[in-house]
């Protein structure tokens, strides 16, 4: 009896631990998203400054840097200059694209004056586009293919060989 | 006919023929992603009303708000949660399942947003485990108490230690007066 109440114990706590091993081996911050190898949900928002709508449609054809961010939000700050440089550099062989979200126009608008812009930063009113991609915090970047399938998604702000390693992934699709 | 006339119905003849200056693309409509792109069209009847705030509050507490720490969508002020809510608020209005609301957050966030994991693959130990140690309690102590049931009684080996050992023999003898 004691014997197999050792050995029963034995494999329970084994178990216990190895899930508890698995689930704290992982940054709870880090989920992956549902969302690629998937088209990117469609929008056309929008844009802070002039008002025009921009969809993003419009940009199939070439990779696309999708960035959610927010003037309240500290990385932003610090991935805005990579973005803009990176964005400056490529020209058009990529797109980027701005979301903001939970934020004001006056308050992007100034951010964009003082700190520099080099592509079109969109206002998503409701924050229904964010549900949509599954945004969790900010920044989030979504990288999407020419055809607008989603090759890749970065939780964080970015760095340029972040940004370089994954138009890669997505120009070589 | 006149001249003049015959003038004219050249120049309108001329002008129509002639290709249209080619017209700028029309801007496109203002659209958020909308659920139908994940989920296709409502399969149920639109809610409104009290049933439209009760089922509300009963779909929002089981999403996850993914910027709190591990509060219901319901329960949350965050400006996400409060966003979330009024999506699952407009889907139940338009005709929305239950499923479909869940099924199209899930597509955006992954399972983590469900409150309640689903049965399948690694999430079935959450449901399974406790069962398991359950039942593995319990027939460990029916196995005992069966045991001890079917045991032979022991003698009450104390007892006649105790009616041997001359320590207590001696404390009988001078408490009770050598008395037996």
């Not at chain 1, 689930?23 to 990117?40: C, E, M, N, V, Y």
């Not at chain 2, 001329?14 to 700028?24: F, H, M, S, V, Y």
Request: net charge neutral.
């Amino acid at each position: 009896m004691n014997r197999t109440v050792l050995i029963v114990g034995l494999f329970l706590a084994t178990a216990v631990v190895g899930v508890l091993f698995l689930g704290l081996g992982k940054d709870p911050q880090r989920i992956d998203s549902p969302l690629i190898g998937r088209t990117a949900p469609s929008f056309a928002l929008r844009e802070a400054g002039t008002g025009d709508t921009i969809a993003l449609e419009q940009f199939r054809g070439k990779p696309v840097v999708l960035n959610f961010w927010a003037t309240w939000c500290a990385p932003c700050y610090e991935e805005h200059p990579i973005l803009v440089a990176n964005a400056r550099r490529l020209g058009s062989q990529a797109q980027f694209v701005g979301v903001v979200f939970q934020d004001t126009e006056e308050k992007i608008l100034k951010f964009l004056r003082d700190r520099g812009s080099a592509y079109p930063t969109v206002v998503d009113d409701a924050g229904k586009t964010a549900i949509a991609y599954g945004v969790g915090g900010v920044p989030e970047t979504f990288f999407l293919d020419a055809d607008g399938t989603i090759v890749a998604k970065h939780d964080g702000p970015v760095s340029t060989e972040l940004l370089q390693a994954n138009l890669v992934k997505a120009m070589q699709r | 006919m006149s001249t003049r006339h015959l003038a004219v119905i050249g120049a309108l003849l001329l002008t129509t023929a002639l290709p249209l200056p080619a017209q700028p693309d029309p801007p496109p409509a203002p659209h958020v992603p909308d659920a139908s792109q994940f989920v296709g069209q409502p399969a149920g009847a639109p809610l409104e009303g009290a049933a439209l705030d009760r089922r509300t509050s009963e779909v929002s507490a089981l999403l996850r708000c993914p910027v709190c720490q591990g509060l219901a969508v319901a329960d949350s002020p965050a400006e996400m949660a409060v966003n979330m809510k009024g999506q699952v608020r407009e889907l139940l209005s338009r005709g929305y399942t239950e499923e479909q609301i869940l099924s199209y957050f899930e597509q955006s966030y992954g399972q983590f947003v469900l409150l309640r994991p689903k049965f399948e693959g690694l999430n079935m130990l959450v449901w399974l485990f406790p069962v398991i140690v359950l039942i593995l309690g319990a027939a460990i102590v029916w196995v005992k108490v069966k045991k001890l049931e079917k045991g032979p009684a022991r003698p009450p080996v104390q007892a006649a230690v105790a009616e041997e050992d001359p320590y207590l023999a001696r404390v009988r003898d001078l408490v009770g007066g050598g008395k037996p």
